[in-house]
């Protein structure tokens, strides 16, 4: 008898459509191509580098601290480094340099490239600074003095000993000046005083005369003897009050119109005793011989004995009779009598009638 003979099923196929057949066709065909570009672009895309600042040295420069940093000296400085104090700055208000090999060796220390010199072999530093002069140092003693002592202060100054005295401070120290300290010697007239800006951030002592001042009338120009003074030729200045002669004035009218009785050189104190007032009537001169009182005025001419200004009494002679008045200059070629009895309707006949052939 034969076996009997056994069957094994295979797996029925998979059917498909045709539009799904082309979808997967599809769908392989762009994912192999998309890795293909992808792969292409990886290769192909230039290597981006990071661009590093190139160093140079900036030339001189200007300190505002202390100290002078990698950032002050050097351009494209990282920032890391750039506040990296190198240098000790020069003291305020003055400048020094700085060799450029140095620089470049503090640059190596800091494991960077040597900066880019521009062929420059040192750089100047200038330490910025405000300076404080004498007339504002001056004026904050002054301003101590006028509180203590009652000093006018625009009639003081102070001659301080040696040089003008200058406070030196940082650009940034904004306070006012004041003057501590401050003594004052009457009989000596010396002053101490110690000079602080900002809490004594900055200070100065200094010591000097205290010089009091006064107003006096001055020439503009020079004067030859004889010249009249006119309002242009004199102007008032304020000059230490010390030395000064009594007769000084300080009122440029009272010498307008007056002579000079010598040479007088531009900037001379202008004293009484070296003007005079010009003469109103010269020695010699035909004058006229005046009599006036309430209701009364009398005129009869006459000859002057000598020269006068306005207010002098001379001498005038009657040309005719030969006898002489004392008169008064009360103008140019003018002069008046005065009465020396009570004034009566005959008084001034009378007196008239001395002078008379």
Not at 66 to 77: C, E, F
Not at 185 to 205: I, K, M, N
Not at 225 to 240: F, I, K, S
Not at 242 to 267: C, M, R, W
Request: aromatic share 2%; net charge positive; charged share 20%.
């Amino acid at each position: 008898m034969s076996a009997p003979m056994t069957h094994t099923a295979l797996p029925a196929p998979t059917l498909r459509s045709p539009a799904a057949r082309r979808a997967l066709l599809g769908a392989g065909i762009l994912s192999r191509t998309a890795l293909t570009l992808v792969a292409l672009g990886f290769l192909t895309l230039p290597v981006l580098a990071v661009e590093v600042p190139r160093l140079a040295i900036k030339g001189d420069i200007t300190a505002e601290r202390d100290v002078i940093t990698l950032g002050d000296l050097v351009s494209g400085a990282p920032p890391a480094l750039a506040q990296k104090a190198l240098f000790r700055a020069p003291a305020l208000g003055t400048s020094g340099t700085i060799q450029v090999r140095r620089i470049v060796e503090a640059t190596a220390g800091l494991g960077l490239d040597a900066p880019e010199s521009g062929g420059r072999l040192q750089i100047s530093v200038q330490r910025a600074a405000r300076r404080i002069g004498a007339p504002e140092i001056e004026g904050a003693v002054k301003a101590v003095l006028a509180k203590q002592r009652g000093f006018d202060v625009g009639f003081v100054t102070i001659a301080f000993d040696g040089e003008a005295p200058v406070l030196t401070v940082p650009p940034d120290l904004v306070s006012a000046v004041t003057a501590q300290e401050v003594t004052y010697d009457p009989r000596s007239r010396r002053v101490t005083a110690l000079v602080v800006v900002g809490e004594r951030q900055s200070s100065l002592r200094v010591a000097g005369q205290v010089v009091e001042m006064a107003d006096v009338a001055v020439l503009t120009r020079a004067i030859a003897r004889g010249e009249t003074l006119n309002a242009a030729d004199v102007a008032v200045e304020r000059r230490p009050r010390d030395g000064l002669p009594a007769d000084i004035a300080a009122d440029p009218a009272a010498f307008l119109g007056q002579v000079a009785q010598k040479p007088l050189g531009a900037g001379t104190a202008l004293r009484a005793a070296e003007l005079t007032r010009p003469d109103l009537v010269a020695r010699g001169e035909a004058v006229t011989i005046v009599y006036e009182t309430p209701g009364v005025a009398l005129a009869l001419r006459g000859q002057a004995r000598e020269g006068g200004p306005l207010g002098a009494v001379i001498g005038v002679v009657n040309p005719v009779s030969k006898k002489v008045i004392q008169a008064t200059v009360i103008g140019p070629g003018r002069v008046t009598v005065a009465p020396i009895v009570p004034v009566t309707a005959a008084a001034p006949a009378a007196r008239l009638a001395a002078a008379q052939p």
